[in-house]
């Protein structure tokens, strides 16, 4: 039987600076099913302490790096149900690997690993553990999301013929790494970001929601990564065409130094009879453009959206909600499986949960994206 | 000194089915200030409980009545630290009375009572009780309605001339009250609701905002209140003219029967050198339209806007917040006045949040609006 | 049987300095059917023959005054087929009756006359010519408002139950009409431009509007004016609360010192089952809100569209049209009608074109706001 | 002297069915400088007659053929004084050659020809002639797209670094060549069309936006074509990298299977400082986003627009101009430069209208995409 408490979170990552701790935080615990109890929200001591203060823990429970938290916390009766992973990315292998081989199922931020090779690894280590392993892509919580993935599966839209996928940012469009800025710096570097900057950073999320909304997988890439700002180690432009398992091709671009944009993410999925396009900044409407009818807005929480998408929301229409309800939907359905898991033993996503599947297909994206570059020619993926 | 813990909230109402309960429980937790531990969520003790269990509280602690909850709290070594009231209109006043009179301060959903008699009763209680009370006027949370605020306050519109609010809905389209549409019934009915229908569950609101953004105070009213579905007790659409302080002429327009219409509430300030336009539905924009200029769109979370706005937001530009992020701000306002109570005894609250004051206001405004449409005519305020 | 050339145009007003002038003459021709051949476009002789050269015309035909304009045409063989009025409001009048005297059928420009008893007047003369009269209220050329009206008439959105309609221009927020521009120099003169500012210049445009697309008529007016800006003589800001004949309320908000604002019209229609949202700013796109359903957003040229909105565009979908296209409508209109009375001398205008009867109806609203306001009370219409 | 009359326009294709030709007539005469007065409108001498009648024409001169025109015309002392060519792609050439050495001047539809090579071969004429010789890529005329152009050549966005242009319609989402669609059957015709389909029709468009707005010139391709409906001859969808001459990338994507898209072109210009977003659809508005300071929108007529873009609108701001508009613009710049020409015998077009070298480069991008898609490789412009 279910548990009758909230579920315990230790976090690793997320100290004082860090724009995704906080987000986590919140995101997990907005549903009421989980409470952050623990962390190592540092690599450095006080300022994991710091960060134990903030969120109002029990000082004992602020540790200094992840893996005394693992250790502890396996020895409380009151232990930790899960780790959450909020680190840079170089992080998310090796502190996922120990908490699942210390029997803590994971939340991890994306993308999965640093490296394809890394996220192979640790597909088979979420295999071996028999533990629930979420990712967070976030724009797979939105309700709108779920509403195009529906509609596409539901046939109504014809065969999928093309895709466009954009997200672009612009904070990059001066070389602020070079000047200390945190967010910047571990994103910038390929120590800790891996081999793809923007791409890595944005770029899968681009590719997630591809795959996520249209069932569809990529079969072959055509990219184009480029330095755009002069000294950047990494990319910080990207474009590439994407060839489906059904034929159609998709169109990739995200960006870093779209000088004036703030998180532009859109989807743009083209069928035989119609189709949709979403934009992340106004989330709670859809397009939906048929061949032959009116265009169609469709908001978030009306009636007449699928159960898919109606399921997510939490407010009446016209009540917006936004980038912390979504990622709050990834916690929901990772608690509910959770739960699951403690009661049966049986570790099973929800097909709507981002799971290490869709973390070894981003890192291979990745992968494939760069090596399609230099080669300035299609790569099978 | 600041407490090293989160607050302690007890909630009046919010129990199965509610609509407001559940939002103010994500609102007041959202920032991690405060925590849900006590309620008294219906006034059938076992759906009290079952929401108890919804909540994870521990069941000695979700009461069959308030009284019960605030005679038993006041013993508690982990007392509450204030109570919520989200219950129907009418029981807004001696909720919030009794809890004051408990000394525990209140934070109140709107309107503050059912009556403006009540109101003015329950403005002496909270000055006579020296504590925290606050109300939730949820739009005073928003990052754009506080930049609107701050550009009036700091003259770059110039005087304020003309001033345009909205509060449409659609969901009252039909008579729902009379099949047992929860939320519509109690709206619908005198005894619960008070002597406004529409004006009083939103009109209010808009009526709050405008005098909260202009900083100008309404001196007279030419309003007509409608009741467009036959049968229906209370008015369903109003549309009012107000006299500001300063002689600008403020439209009011509101309705429940405005079919197709979600929660549309949009505030227009014109200056003499420029102006404000805002939709709630689009929260994280705010178009500023000059005489001589290109209009600007100012971007939620942006470096250029007023500390003010800032202050209040959580997220980068481009990821969204919504009604729950504007919600949890008064929350949060809330939370470090209490504390400050705590700390000094002295209760004051910060000029953004919501108080007794300006629930008195509206209160008056229902009043105001329904004498004038009686008389069709102007009426002073 | 028609005319195998094209009608020929008089114009009286639309001198060097004016706009309406050339809008006129760009509408007339648009769809080929009507070319400008005549005119006595400015009280000054001088400034008449300069506005002839400019519109390329036999210097012949650019005449010193309409009465002399009027009596050269009579006599030539290809003389004018009718006089088009863009003069300043108080020679609306005089101009119509003398061409209709001289059996010239009239297209004029609104409002049909400077005062309500002027139109009544008119409204006879125009009776005993038999001659075709009509009357530029732009809006109604747009091909979205045709829909809209089909809309409402077909009764697919139920009884008619709100009417929001604005007007919102910015462009008097300052006295400039005491620096000479003179667009504003006349619209400010009660001697030029009759008893109403703003409601008179573009408060008919948006009560016309309200008539035309709903089919119902104000049975009642409640209007505020203002006279915003210091010293100015006439309205520059107006709100109407209308009654209409089905118990329907509108709310009619027009002002010219909206700061910021251009030319923002919009009409809001709220039905039973849904409701009408268009914007003249953004004319090739009309949403409809469902009680119970996705809005829609209907397309211009879409061939989903009503007959009534598909018979008055151009070109395919996505290509937009415009004021002049919209004002072109009624010319074609026009000029089909007064072929039709060429061939049976049966005046008869299609009921989508605004005739006399609009324009006294328009001069009557003017009337009866100014009453109403002064009296501060609603008022018959 | 320049004339005192309006220029005489003798067009070539445009008959009854065609889309693009009473468009030209339309866009022609709207400002009052040029009367359409001759044409050979189809290939067929009863349509052509039929057209003639329809224009309103003298029946003299509606010719069974073009080159039955260009004599007949020659010889009257009121000939025409340019030709405009609305024909199917592959007439383009020949009609502008027999004009040319006839020495008329043209004003010719794009692609200027059907191939590269006759693209080559007309530059040659033209220059040969000495005569004016426009091309009309419509969206040269908007206003906005004068003010992108003026914003980049002012270098306020500092270095363009990124451009995306889109141009996406939903009309060939059916085969309905195969059913005897007129414009879908020319169009999806190698032999009337050329090497391009979408590519050409609407391709060269978004090829020509990006180098008029930006000045830059692109030196290398990656395009990949793709016939999306089986059995289409021609591509129907095209994605292309670009590589501008400052280095800069450009994403242009085009399609005609973009089910439910009407006549979406888009362009947005990234900068170092700032970036530009304009919508076909839309075009009144055009947004400027900084990397510090507030999204503008800048609105058409507006009095801080640059003089570029002002001079070519003809309404106060808010009055929307739309395709027909700017198609116009293009008329009346061409009909100056006829008239300086007609004075001085100097041909020369402002560089504000497409002349052959835009004509060329257009045929060119065909040429080099077609070519890339074939290698699936980058080509050298």
Not at 15 to 39: M, N, Q, S, Y
Not at 137 to 160: C, D, F, N, P
């Amino acid at each position: 039987m279910a548990v009758q408490r909230k579920l315990r979170m230790g976090m690793v990552g997320g100290g004082p600076g860090a724009f995704i701790g906080p987000v986590h935080r919140i995101a997990a615990e907005l549903d009421g099913k989980i409470e952050l109890v623990a962390g190592a929200f540092s690599q450095s001591p006080e300022r994991s302490r710091a960060a134990g203060e903030m969120y109002k823990l029990d000082p004992a429970r602020a540790y200094a790096d992840y893996k005394a938290m693992i250790e502890a916390e396996k020895k409380r009766s009151d232990a930790i149900d899960f780790v959450a992973i909020v680190t840079p990315n170089h992080l998310h292998m090796p502190v996922a690997v120990a908490a699942l081989e210390a029997g803590f199922p994971v939340m991890s931020d994306k993308p999965a690993t640093a490296t394809y090779a890394e996220a192979v690894d640790l597909e088979k280590a979420v295999a071996k553990s028999g533990l629930p392993y979420g990712l967070t892509h976030t724009y797979a919580g939105y309700s709108m999301v779920r509403e195009m993935r529906h509609m596409v599966a539901s046939g109504k839209l014809g065969k999928v013929r093309k895709i466009a996928v954009e997200y672009l940012q612009g904070w990059l469009s001066n070389p602020i790494e070079t000047s200390g800025q945190k967010q910047a710096s571990w994103r910038s570097d390929p120590a800790q970001s891996g081999a793809g900057g923007c791409i890595g950073d944005i770029g899968t999320h681009a590719f997630h929601l591809t795959e996520y909304v249209t069932g569809l997988k990529v079969v072959g890439v055509n990219a184009s990564l480029l330095s755009v700002v002069p000294g950047r180690k990494l990319d910080d432009d990207c474009t590439a065409l994407l060839r489906m398992d059904n034929g159609a091709q998709s169109v990739l671009m995200t960006s870093q130094i779209a000088a004036g944009e703030r998180n532009d993410m859109r989807l743009r999925v083209y069928g035989e009879k119609g189709s949709l396009e979403w934009h992340q900044e106004d989330p709670n409407r859809l397009s939906v453009k048929w061949l032959d009818g009116p265009e169609e807005i469709r908001h978030a929480a009306a009636g007449y959206l699928s159960d898919d998408a109606r399921a997510v929301t939490r407010l009446p229409g016209g009540h917006p909600e936004g980038y912390l309800e979504a990622f709050a939907v990834l916690y929901r359905e990772f608690s509910d499986a959770l739960i699951a898991w403690q009661d049966s033993h049986t570790a099973s996503l929800p097909s709507t949960l981002p799971s290490i599947e869709a973390g070894v297909r981003g890192m291979r994206f990745i992968d494939r994206a760069v090596e399609s570059s230099k080669k300035q020619s299609w790569v099978e993926f």
